[in-house]
């Protein structure tokens, strides 16, 4: 008689470790970067911004000095942070919006669109794509925003399988397609991403916060 194949762990169970692990370890870094940026609200004063900004490259590791060429590496973190002030009414209005809302597929529709105006807004600056730091920048702001990493990019295709996944996914890309074109990596992942936490919240008891469905991804 042949061994029976070891099944693979259901979202339930996987979701569950993932969460614990998250509360045990990172949650406590997280929870100083959500109370910095609370305390630090501005999008124009320089030393919020600034101070936003640092943290998120040193904590995260958020690819801006990788982004940057020549003298401008020096540079990177305030070159990006002037931006970023520079695009001071775009977030006040979005993320004032995105306080309200718990994430949804209306939801996800404008927090691509808001990232892939950010992402360009840096683009000229940067030799490349700052796909990643902006999720991440726009998320410790409002904790519905989905964070976008190449582990967690790489990681939820393995979640979102079945054929009838497969056709939400191809679903929630088409109704994206005419967003912003800086979006399209990201909009690619939040499309995948929206479908796990839907899930993940029809058919486990967890209710998990977006960061905690994103450390799934990277525990994957």
């Given amino acids: 008689m042949t061994d029976e194949p070891n099944e693979e762990p259901d979202l339930a169970s996987r979701l569950a470790q993932a969460i614990t692990v998250y509360k045990a370890g990172w949650k406590p870094v997280d929870d100083e970067l959500y109370n910095l940026f609370r305390r630090r609200p501005s999008h124009r004063d320089y030393s919020d911004v600034y101070t936003k900004v640092v943290m ?33 009414d775009l977030l006040e209005e979005h993320l004032a919006a995105f306080d309200s809302h718990e994430l949804d597929r209306q939801t996800a529709l404008e927090i ?26 726009l998320h410790f702001h409002c904790p519905i925003v989905p964070v976008y ?41 939040v499309a995948a991403f929206l479908v796990l936490y839907e899930q993940a919240w029809a058919e486990t008891s967890l209710q998990p916060s977006v960061k905690e469905v994103d450390y799934l991804l990277l525990q994957a």
């Fill in 56 to 88: 998120i490259e040193r904590v995260y590791r958020a690819g801006i000095v990788r982004a940057f060429k020549g003298k401008a590496k020096a540079k990177a973190e305030i070159i990006v942070a002037r931006e970023l002030i520079a695009q001071a």
């Fill in 112 to 137: 691509v669109e808001l990232h892939g105006r950010i992402t360009a807004s840096l683009a000229p600056s940067a030799d490349a794509w700052l796909t990643s730091f902006v999720s991440k920048y």
């Fill in 149 to 189: 990493d190449s582990k967690a990019a790489g990681s939820v295709s393995g979640f979102v399988k079945s054929p009838t996944d497969k056709r939400s996914v191809a679903s929630l890309r088409r109704s994206m397609r005419d967003l912003h074109p800086s979006s399209r990596a990201y909009r690619r992942f």
